[in-house]
Every structure is written in C-alpha cells, then in structure tokens.
C-alpha cells in the first residue's frame, strides 16, 4: 500500500501558505529575537542554525545581528526565495530536518512558529530530534516553538475566514487525541476550482518534548509561554518555548 503523501510539502510550497502565515509586522518577530538573544546572550559569531526556515524571515534577523546563520528547509520554492538573501553571514539549503545534516556543526539551533509535529511517525519526530542534536557542538543551544496543546484544545475557534489581498481562506478546525487539523480552502478568483490543504500537528506536551529531547541527548533548561519569553504556564501560556541543552 503506498502511504498518502505528506500534507506539508504541498502546503509549504504553496503561496497561499506564507500568505496566510508570514506577511506579517517584522517589528515583531525582531522583538522576539531580541528578547530571546538576550536571554541566552551568543557570542559574537556564534554559529546557528535555523531549522524549517521558510523564508528566511527568522534567519535574517539573526544574521542582521551578526550571527552566522544557516537556513534549511524542505520546501524547494521558500528556499529559492530566501536565496536572495544571502550574504557572508547567511546562507540556505534544500534539507530535510529528518535527516542528518551534519555533526558538530552549531552552538544554536532554532525551531519556530510551530514547524515540528508534522510527520506520520514517532520515529520520525524523534530523527528531527536527533539530527538537531547532531548538528549542535557540545554544551549547544536548541530553542524549540511549538503551541502549547493544552491552551490550544481548551481555546480552538472551529471556524472563522480571511481575506487577504483579494483571496479568501475558510479555515476550519478540529482535534483528537493525537492530533490538532485545520482545514484550509483557498477562494481565489484566478484559480477555476478552490485548493484545499489539510495541516495535521501532533499534540505534544512539555512531558511529550522531555522525552524526545532526553533521548536525543538534550537537556530542557528552560519553558517560556509567549513571544514576550513570560513563564510557562500549562493552562493560561498560548506558547511553549523550550531552550535545551546538549548534554
């Protein structure tokens, strides 16, 4: 039997997606770089890697600051749109984070905006783990953004629409108990029929991350639940940021 295809490759490679997702205040995602560079305070030239990097947008933030950033992304087109960004402090690659990348490599890595929990397998949750430890020296630094599963089933809108530069998304959502859907049908004048995009992501808890992290050889230090890095609270905290340790 031939497994479905995997739902995100279609869906990050489409415009519609960043449309949806990314167009948005620079000012912000800054102020959340900004605060989380002054938590854990990088040496100048620090070497880090930013895994699902879309676009860039995260990366070039950090390269701004005078980082050497390394960007990697499965999908083909976001990569090919980041290019035009790069420079001696900044560079992008086609890679999927399951796979090895290499060893030894970074003192931070980074995960945002909820890009983890898309595979079909736990095995494959817990490569991305691996690899991301792999690639970081001893003693590196991983930041992992990920929504907080409690606050997101007790808080789920089942509906609601948007409009964005003329095209209208219907999103709907729903949950079980492994996973969290959201429904996406585009309304585009210039399209014939409407696409439709289906994202499923795990409902991982922190216990659920202190387990993959543990065995891939990571420490938690830390759990954060907003982009203001406010303590984590499992019921009220809309985030869970998680900064680890390569033991």
Known sequence: MIPAPEWFREWFDSPYYHKLYFERNRQEATAF????LAILKPPAGAQMLDVACGRGRHSRILADEGFDVTGIDLAPS???YARQFRNDHLDFFVHDMRQILCTNCFDYAFNFFTSFGYFRTQREHENSIRSISLALKK???FVL???NSRYTKDHLIPHSEKLIDGVAYDLTRWFDE??????????DKQLAAPPE???RIARFSPDDFSGMLTRGGL???QMYGSYALEPFDIIQSPRLIIIAIKK
């Open 178 to 187: 492994r996973h969290f859907y959201k429904k996406i049908k585009v309304s």
């Open 219 to 221: 420490s938690i230090r």
């Open 145 to 147: 953004d990920y929504l």
């Open 197 to 199: 995009y289906t994202e």
């Open 139 to 141: 003693e590196g630094v």
């Open 33 to 36: 770089i900004h605060q989380l």
């Open 78 to 80: 976001s990569i090919a």
